[in-house]
C-alpha cells in the first residue's frame, strides 16, 4: 500500500502550483523530492500534510483518503517541517511530553523510547533547557526526536539534514533506515542528492510543478549519463 498521490492539483491563492501530480511511496521505502527552487517540493509537503487544500486529485495513505478522512490520515503521519516550531515557554522535556501525551502516549514505555531517541541525538541532558538556549541544529534534533518517538507508519520530513552535525546526520539515515524495515514509508525533500543516492529508493524530480521523473538513484544516474556521486550536478 503506502502512499499513493494522483493527479494532484493545488497550489495558492486560486493558482496551481501542481500540475497533474502523481507519486507513490510505497511501505519499507525512503523517496526523495528533488528539484531546483520553486519546484512545488514544499507546496507538495503542504497538501500531502493537509495544510493547503486540494483542488483536485487524491492523497491516500495505506486506503484512508485525506480529503474524505482528514483525521485518520494525520493520525498516521508524522510530520517533520524545515523550521523547527517549537514553543519558547517549554522545556525539552516538556515538549516531549505533550507531543506523546497529545496523541495518548505519555506513558512509561514510550518515555523511554523518546528518552533512547535523545541519548541517540546527545540531548539527554539538556531535558531542562529552553529552545532559546538551543542551537538550529539542536532545535531539528528536537523535532527529530519527537518525530521518530512516534513510529507513525508515514514520515514527511523537509530538509531534515539542514543544520546537524556529522554524527547527527548519521543517526537519522539509520532511523530512517529501521523504520523502513519495520515497513514504514518516508517521504523526505532534500538538495543533497549525491548523500541521499546512497540511502533513498527512488528520487521524485518536480519540475515547474510536475513530475519530470520518479527513478531509483542509479536508474536516474544511468539515463543522465552521470555517476551516483555525481548527482548534485544532475540540475547543471
Do not use: C
Request: hydrophobic fraction near 45%.
Amino acid at each position: 500500500m503506502g502512499l499513493s498521490i494522483k493527479k494532484l492539483y493545488g497550489g495558492y491563492a486560486g493558482q496551481d502550483v501542481l500540475k497533474d501530480v502523481s507519486i507513490t511511496v510505497p511501505d519499507g521505502q525512503i523517496v526523495a523530492l528533488i528539484g531546483l527552487n520553486g519546484a512545488g517540493k514544499s507546496t507538495t509537503f503542504k497538501h500531502v500534510i493537509g495544510e493547503r487544500p486540494i483542488r483536485s486529485g487524491k492523497v491516500v495513505f495505506n486506503e484512508v483518503d485525506l480529503v474524505e478522512n482528514p483525521t485518520a490520515f494525520k493520525e498516521q503521519l508524522a510530520y517533520i517541517p524545515e523550521q523547527p516550531i517549537l514553543y519558547d515557554e517549554l522545556t525539552l522535556a516538556e515538549h516531549i511530553h505533550l507531543m506523546l501525551a497529545s496523541h495518548g502516549l505519555d506513558d512509561q514505555e514510550h518515555w523511554h523510547q523518546a528518552m533512547a531517541l535523545l541519548v541517540t541525538f546527545r540531548l539527554d541532558n539538556k531535558l531542562h533547557w529552553l529552545p532559546k538556549h538551543f542551537s538550529k541544529g539542536m532545535q531539528q534534533k528536537v523535532m527529530l526526536v519527537a518525530a521518530f518517538s512516534l513510529k507513525a507508519p508515514l514520515m514527511v520530513i523537509d530538509e531534515p539534514f539542514l543544520g546537524l552535525d556529522v554524527l547527527a546526520q548519521k543517526a537519522l539515515v539509520q532511523l530512517m533506515e529501521e523504520r523502513t524495515k519495520a515497513g514504514g514509508a518516508i517521504l523526505l525533500t532534500t538538495h543533497l542528492l549525491s548523500s541521499a543516492a546512497a540511502f533513498v529508493d527512488q528520487f521524485v524530480w518536480l519540475d515547474q510543478g510536475e513530475v519530470r521523473e520518479q527513478a531509483s538513484p542509479a536508474e536516474l544516474a544511468a539515463e543522465h549519463q552521470i555517476s551516483l556521486v555525481e548527482m548534485d550536478e544532475l540540475f547543471s
